[in-house]
């Protein structure tokens, strides 16, 4: 069976079409991870798994950083706003050059930003930052490094914001 040149055209049309958006949505993330200081391959993913997990109706979820970043990630950090390069080298034991890709300033972690820090077994760390407006995860500011395979237990605070709980 052979398509009419007008379906041919359609055809294309569609398949340049899909390729087109295709592209803009991996150039949009691209932007999205460059501008916020994240390093981490997969960052995003933990905004991304809240927004899954609310969208399905529920108030309360457990992961685990390892299901969300990947097994390559040994142990984690929660690195909150208003913490200095100083205080996070003292309470988490992150050096100051392994900092540097955030950029933090006198100031350090900018208000309405947290990050986890991910750690692999190579000693190598990895950042997401996340938007405190739709994951809160210093209510209970937590000090010191974590096992990636331990769960994260996390509330619906209200709509679009959740909160890290321990």
Not at 4 to 23: D, P, R, T
Not at 67 to 86: H, K
Not at 110 to 132: C, N, R, V
């Amino acid at each position: 069976m052979t398509l009419s040149k007008k379906a041919q055209g359609i055809v294309a049309a569609i398949v340049a079409l899909w390729l087109i958006a295709i592209a803009g949505l991996v150039a949009a993330t691209s932007m999205t991870q460059a501008g916020d200081n994240s390093t981490a391959s997969t960052a995003g993913s933990l905004e991304r798994n809240i927004a899954g997990i609310e969208g399905m109706g529920l108030n309360h979820a457990a992961l685990q950083v390892a299901d969300v970043y990947g097994e390559e990630y040994i142990a984690a950090a929660i690195i909150c706003s208003g913490q200095t390069t100083a205080e996070i080298t003292q309470n988490i034991g992150i050096g100051e050059t392994d900092l540097e890709p955030l950029n933090l300033g006198e100031e350090g972690v900018p208000s309405g930003a947290s990050y986890i820090a991910l750690m692999t077994e190579a000693g190598q760390f990895d950042y997401d930052k996340i938007d405190s407006s739709k994951l809160e995860l210093c209510l209970t500011p937590l000090t010191g490094v974590f096992d990636t395979r331990s769960m994260l237990p996390l509330s619906k605070v209200e709509p679009g914001l959740w909160a890290l709980f321990v």
